[in-house]
Every structure is written in C-alpha cells, then in structure tokens.
C-alpha cells in the first residue's frame, strides 16, 4: 500500500512536469523566432501580418482578475465568516447548498447570463456597448465567490474553539471575537481560498468570450472591450496554423508561468508568516 500511495502521489507530479515540458518545449522556439521582448511587450497582434504581441491580452488577464477580486473577495469573506459564525442552523440549510449550486453551474450558463443580463445592465447603466472589461469583472466575482466561501468557510471553522472562548472571557463581545480573534487564526486558510479564486478567474475562458468583447488592443478603460490570454488561444487555436500556433501555445506558457508565481507568491507569504 505504501508503493501504492507513492506511486498515486507522483502521477500528479508527472502529470505537472509533463505539462511544463510540453508547453516549454514548444513555446521556447516560438518566442526566440518572434523575439522575447516583440512578444511580451509588443501592442499589436496581427497574426497575418506577423505581429504576436500579447502584452494587451497580459494586462486584459490582469485587470480583469483584478477586478473579479475587487468585487468578489469582500462579498465572499463576509459571506463565509456568516456561514462559519453568526448562520442560524435553519437558515444554513438553505444557504449552504445555494452557495454549492454556484459551483455547479457551468461557464457557458454564466456566460449566457452575463451576455444576456449584465451587458444590457451595464450598457444602460455605464454607458458603452456593455462588452466591456467592467462586464467580465463582474461576472468574473461572481463565479468565484463558491470557491473562496468554501476555503473560507472551512478554514473559520478548523479554527479551535478555544481561541474564541477565550475572547470571550476577556469581555470581548461576540462580533469582535469573530473578527479579531478567529478571522486573523484563519488567514492563511483564507488566503489559500483567495488563491484558488485567482486561478479561477484568470484561467476563465467561456464565460469572459461572451461579454469581454474580445478586442485585441491594449485596455482603454472600464467600459471598453478587452481581450484576455484564455479567450484568445480559444478564439483563435482552431484555424491556427505555423507559428501562429506556436504563439498561441507560447501564449499558454505564459498564463502558465502567472499561475505558476501566484502560487510561488502565496507560498512566500506562508513561509513568512504573513498568511
């Protein structure tokens, strides 16, 4: 059972390695014949014209994830802090599975909700056509509120209960014990939460195609269509052909590497104690 447990544990590793290989082993020689700074910094791309500058999908990805945490990071942490703490057991029962259901849907749902509720909202509300970076933001907080609730959620309640009674012997009432006392036990049990929203915002392709407008040009503003690095290897893998399809796989390798050092970044933050 040992070898067996050994052998489960590195197929997930192989499985990584052999991702990191496929997408280094084609995007290194697609980036050397375009030119690492013409296709990390460069403002236009033209595939027929031979013109593979991503930084506009780099800072489309970007904005827009920022965005989703902006919008959903507050709803969800106070949404799980409800749930773990002040939740009445009969309210629970509905909440929760509401809360699961959100996970459940697929993208192309969300996405049909966005491009056919939000982007007349916003147009009407914001002014614009309503594909636009604000619309996918938006729609962005949503579908990642189940994920950092769940995190979140688990983290709040894995605390022990000493600490909060504790508190509470202290005279602390039962608010500031829950905000002061188990929320700063649970960071890092959070933090790992937020992480997992992040990956999920920026690896989003469905639902961000139906309402981002998807205009490869550097972002203008809220209200202004942008174009991110998921939706533009889908938009444009299946017609690719030469080195336009060795830029869209560069282009993975990339979003790769984002996620790769969001998650260096969280371990950097545990290790020092900060989450």
Request: with cysteine; net charge positive.
């Amino acid at each position: 059972m040992r070898l067996v447990f050994g052998l489960a544990a590195c197929t997930s590793i192989a499985a990584v390695a052999l991702i990191c290989l496929f997408l280094l082993g084609s995007a290194v020689p697609a980036i050397h014949e375009i030119g690492p700074a013409a296709f990390l910094l460069g403002q236009k791309w033209k595939p027929g014209n031979d013109m593979y500058g991503i930084l506009p999908m780099i800072l489309g990805s970007v904005y827009v994830t920022a965005g989703a945490l902006i919008v959903g990071v507050p709803v969800a942490l106070l949404t799980s802090i409800f749930l773990a703490r002040f939740c009445p057991p009969k309210l629970y029962r509905v909440l929760k599975p509401c809360v699961n259901l959100l996970a459940g849907i697929p993208s192309v749902v969300y996405g049909f909700f966005g491009m056919v509720v939000m982007v007349p909202f916003v147009s009407h509300t914001f002014g614009g056509d309503g594909n636009s970076m604000l619309t996918a933001s938006l729609l962005l907080g949503m579908m990642i509120l189940p994920t950092i609730i769940g995190v979140a959620e688990s983290a709040l309640r894995a605390v022990p209960e000493s600490y909060y009674e504790g508190s509470l012997a202290l005279g602390a009432t039962h608010e500031r014990s829950v905000f002061f006392t188990i929320v700063p036990a649970a960071r890092s049990g959070i933090m790992a939460g937020v992480i997992l929203g992040v990956g999920r915002a920026i690896g989003e392709t469905m639902a961000v195609i139906m309402v981002a407008g998807n205009q490869a040009r550097m972002p203008a503003g809220l209200l202004k269509g942008v174009r991110t690095l998921t939706t533009g290897i889908v938009m444009e893998m299946g017609y690719a052909a030469d080195l336009h399809r060795e830029a869209l796989i560069a282009t993975a390798a990339v979003l790769f590497v984002f996620i790769l050092i969001i998650n260096l970044c969280f371990s950097l933050l545990k290790r020092k104690g900060v989450a």
